[in-house]
């Protein structure tokens, strides 16, 4: 029977009752009084240089309040990068400015060029297109390898290349990997491309900016991850507004996938332009500025080398790098390629050298940030596609290499040569749990079934690691981050007991609203219905960092259980007091304090109504109240782990795959609610097989983003995705959390895309067919033609 | 400006229209159905889906004139009038069928029109027929749960 109340309970959601009956609140749908419209005139072109620029048409036209160009922001700051990484030769990377709107030059499709401002969406559109705007054409630089060629065009002319960083990892390694790779019986190499994905949040992003001139304060209402990371990247870098004058407020977010972490341009525009023409403005993206203006996920190349002696143990793994960022640098594009992907390639394998080398590359390409992963699936990737193909190579069965180089369960804590600590794992135990899930014995029956459906059918498995709950500030400060890693919560306890906490992290599908008063629940023994969880806005909750990196739970988790302890360690204080008790006496349990060894007791609501009206109380030695905030830092990051299995059966006439089966088993530590964990194991799911399968951003030649709309960017569709196995039973709590919690919302996009990937291949080699690799998405053109060209 | 009027969610509505406003316009802007929800402009997505005579329809791909005289439900009519919620709408919570709630409204309308014209779908014909329908969060396995569930919860 499961738990119906407190931690590990599959409670059903609360915040199901609004957005079931149309209740929400989503950005889109708050209308200011007095409220302007914007839209955008974006550029048309990947690279050229504005020769002229004329508004004066669209500024006479019907409705149009201001239209605005780059020279209203000359007083204005860039948008700010919030990580730098150092390049091998101790150089700091390039980091041209990012302006909010093109200064001079445009760089990729969809570079805000101009703005108007109108009494309605409609005038303002028009208007937009009433813009005379000339622009000298200029070669685009799109192939990352053919940026880096000397000669080719720069993106930005005051850099001295298209190179942002070189980063090595760890430097010190390379030779010593080197030798160890030039002196292995085996080595396995794989050339491969992690295509660049756009994370298509569903609701679009919208921002309105208002300016109260009695008080001279800014309110940015806004489709964010984090607010109070926009406020003050937005506040203190963009447009000198001190935080006490400027509030930020995400209210319902129809999704994020890391595409909302970012500080954007339209915010800021939006914030300045209120003030400038009085009113507040709105401005609601479409589907097709989403796909030119949000940041997108992933695009690297990558050269991996695995060296293995006769028995198939890993000596050695090198890789080499090429990662798009786009043609500006994106809040924390370049922490992704680096810290959360080259410090991952360990695994959940005991690889004793490792050498990753990343190298940077401007683009005239929409700019690229974390995405669902972020780093952690290019780097899942690479590692499980080199080991299956030194499976194959080795004649080794693919699941036994992998158990043959297992971080066995007593070495832990386990340092790796990468740079990171896995606190605790099982990775056997995943394993095995896979095995009795998937039903390996049945494989070869169900397969020759499909033969005689004239289908291939392979198996793929995967075991993925990833680093959560970012992160220690001490530790990122050392790596880059210009930002602490911290999370908040303060809990407010109401004077007849109910609670209010308010969270620094913010919920856009995670489920915070039922999950964190799960905790509380447990902690104090009272019903969930009376803790009210409260966020998304810097006026009433403190300063978080926000959501993302599978850290809601890990990190304001544990913020909020910390503020909690503190409020149950005051409670017993004043309970003492009512029982006339020494108050180590005092126990809390199902809602009651009670002096240990007595049946004298005292209920959680009259203590708490003892702190708000004390007339019975210790005022000599205990402030009144009960509310307290923690800011919680956590001593390292989770390394939630797992093996997923899949099966997939491939048209051998069309080149068509169809995913039978998928299996994942994730080791999260503790659970707060299954229910919820499942939901997100699926949704990771859905997004690592529609990378596998079907999605890409695609651009030309000349920078056009060819796939800008739903007509031609492939989104997972209800159709072309299977029902899923999900466990979650083999837990390994995390050694340093208050919750001994990892997060779940990553692991699904992690582990899915080199498993399809391995599936697929295996179908093809037990088909004969002899091809080792085909580059996602593996679209039935790739795979047939994959198919011819082997046969 | 031209006249339009219609009943919606059992209620008339008279209102003035430009002639290029779309019904999902119509019912968020002018009527502060926010319920219905914008998630695309190629008319893939489904999170504007609402019925009209009985109909599903995408508001985002039908201008409000032509909704002049018809009967339009969206999410907003869908639960009971003390907030009761509909069969599929429980089906969604009890399932988990939904995170964000961004594509939810569009879902339940899509499933509640699948069930009137097929009372007892396979797992395969709800994923056939949600493919008008993107959800970016849940990976649709609870979806197609929920609405199995509401087949059955209607027998």
């Known amino acids: 029977m499961p738990k119906d109340h407190g931690i590990g309970a599959p409670i059903r959601r609360r915040e199901d009752l609004r957005f079931l009956t149309g209740s ?162 085996h080595v396995v190499s794989l050339e491969l ?180 992963g972020a780093g952690r699936p290019e780097a899942t990737f690479q590692l499980e596609r080199v080991i299956d193909k030194a499976a194959r190579e080795l004649g080794m069965d693919p699941v036994e290499i992998r158990r043959k180089n297992f971080i066995n369960p007593d070495q832990f804590p386990y340092e790796t040569p990468v740079a990171l600590v896995y606190d605790t794992g099982n990775y056997h135990a995943t394993l095995e749990k896979l095995e009795e899930l998937a039903d390996f014995g049945g494989f070869e029956a169900r397969r020759q079934e499909s033969a005689a459906r004239g289908r291939l059918r392979g198996l793929g498995v995967n075991c993925y690691i990833e680093a959560c709950g970012i992160a220690p500030s001490n530790l990122v400060g050392q790596l880059g981050a210009r930002a602490g890693l911290y999370d908040s919560a ?35 023994g009272i019903p969930e219905d009376q803790i009210e969880i409260v966020h998304g806005d810097t006026a009433n909750s403190p300063m978080g960092m926000g959501t993302y990196g599978s850290r809601s739970i890990a990190v304001g988790g544990s913020a909020m259980v910390r503020a909690t302890e503190k409020i149950i360690a005051k409670a017993k204080k004043i309970a003492a007091h009512l029982l006339e008790a020494s108050e180590g006496d005092i126990e809390l349990k199902d809602g009651k304090f009670t002096v240990k060894g007595t049946d004298r007791e005292v209920a959680w609501a009259d203590v708490t109504l003892a702190a708000y009206v004390p007339h019975n109380y210790p005022l000599d030695e205990l402030e009144p109240g009960l509310e307290e905030t923690s800011f919680y830092d956590p001593a390292n990051f989770t390394f939630p782990s797992g093996a997923y299995a899949c099966e997939v059966e491939v048209d051998p006439e069309t080149g068509k795959v169809e995913v039978c089966s998928f299996v994942a088993v994730d080791d999260f530590g503790n659970v707060i609610n299954p229910m919820v964990v499942d939901g997100q194991v699926h949704g990771g799911l859905a997004q690592g097989i529609g990378q596998a399968l079907l999605e890409q951003c695609v651009y030309d030649e000349n920078g056009q983003l060819v796939t800008a709309s739903y007509m031609d960017y492939a989104m997972p569709r209800a159709d072309d995705l299977p029902s899923f196995t999900v466990d979650h039973s083999c837990q390994t709590p995390c050694t340093h959390n208050p919750l001994g919690v990892k997060g779940c919302g990553e692991a699904g996009a992690i582990g899915s895309p080199p498993t399809i990937v391995n599936a697929v291949i295996d179908a093809l080699q037990r088909g004969g067919i002899r091809v080792d690799h085909i580059d996602m998405p593996l679209t039935p053109a790739r795979v047939w033609s994959a198919i011819r060209a082997a046969s | 400006m031209v006249e339009i009027s219609m009943t919606v969610n059992g209620k008339p509505v008279t209102a003035e229209v430009e002639p290029r406003t779309l019904l999902v316009t119509f019912l968020r802007e002018q009527l502060g159905l926010t319920g219905t929800h914008v998630g695309c402009d190629t008319s893939q997505c489904g999170a504007c889906n609402v019925h009209v005579d009985g109909v599903l329809a995408k508001s985002c791909t039908m201008l409000a004139v032509e909704a002049d005289g018809a009967e339009v439900v969206t999410i907003e009519g869908m639960a009971a009038p003390d907030g009761t919620l509909g069969v599929v709408q429980q089906a969604f919570q009890d399932h988990h069928g939904l995170q964000c709630g961004f594509c939810t409204p569009g879902m339940v309308m899509s499933a509640a029109a699948l069930l009137k014209e097929n009372p007892d779908p396979s797992e395969e014909e709800i994923r056939a027929f949600l493919e008008g329908n993107l959800c970016r969060c849940t990976g649709y396995h609870n979806i197609v749960k929920a609405v199995r569930a509401a087949a059955e919860a209607m027998g």
């Open chain 1, 24 to 185: 929400g609140r989503y950005t889109d749908d708050i209308n200011l009084p007095g409220q302007a419209y914007v839209r955008f005139l974006r550029s048309d072109v990947a690279h050229g240089r504005i020769k002229r620029l004329d508004t004066s048409a669209a500024a006479a036209m019907d409705g149009v309040i201001r239209v605005f160009t780059a020279r209203d922001f000359e007083n204005v700051g860039g948008l700010p990068c919030g990580w730098q990484i150092t390049s091998r030769d101790g150089n700091p990377m390039a980091e041209p400015k990012h302006p909010i709107m093109a200064e001079g030059k445009v760089r990729h499709v969809g570079e805000i060029i101009a703005a108007v401002i109108a009494e309605t969406p409609g005038q303002a559109q028009d208007a937009v297109e009433a813009i005379e705007v000339e622009i000298e054409e200029l070669p685009a630089v799109i192939d990352m390898a053919a940026a880096l060629e000397e000669g080719a065009p720069k993106v930005h002319d005051d850099l001295p290349s298209n190179l942002c960083f070189d980063w090595g990892l760890v430097e010190e390694n390379r030779e010593k990997v080197d030798e160890a790779i030039r002196n292995a019986p």
């Open chain 1, 193 to 372: 491309v992690n295509q660049r994905l756009a994370p298509n949040a569903m609701e679009p992003r919208v921002a309105i900016g208002a300016y109260d001139k009695a008080t001279d304060e800014h309110t940015l209402y806004t489709t964010s991850q984090n607010p109070h990371v926009i406020r003050l990247l937005m506040g203190a870098f963009v447009l000198g507004i001190p935080e006490h004058k400027l509030r930020v407020v995400a209210p319902d977010v129809g999704g994020g996938f890391g595409s909302k972490i970012f500080h954007y341009a339209e915010e800021a525009f939006c914030t300045y332009a209120a003030k400038v023409v009085g009113r507040p403005v709105k401005w609601t993206s479409s589907r097709s500025e989403a796909f030119m203006s949000d940041a997108q996920g992933r695009d690297h190349v990558t050269k991996i080398e695995l060296a293995l002696d006769e028995e198939g143990h890993f000596l050695a793994l090198r890789t080499h790098t090429l990662a798009n960022m786009g043609a500006y640098l994106s809040t924390f594009a370049p922490a992704v390629p680096t810290w959360l992907h080259g410090t991952l390639m360990a695994g959940t394998y005991r690889t004793p050298l490792i050498y990753v080398n990343v190298k940077a590359v401007f683009t005239n390409t929409v700019p690229v940030d974390a995405y669902r």
């Open chain 1, 490 to 524: 303060t809990v407010r306890v109401n004077p007849t007991g109910s609670i209010t906490v308010h969270t620094g992290v913010h919920s856009h599908g995670q489920s915070h609203e039922t999950t964190f008063p799960q905790v509380i629940a447990e902690m104090i």
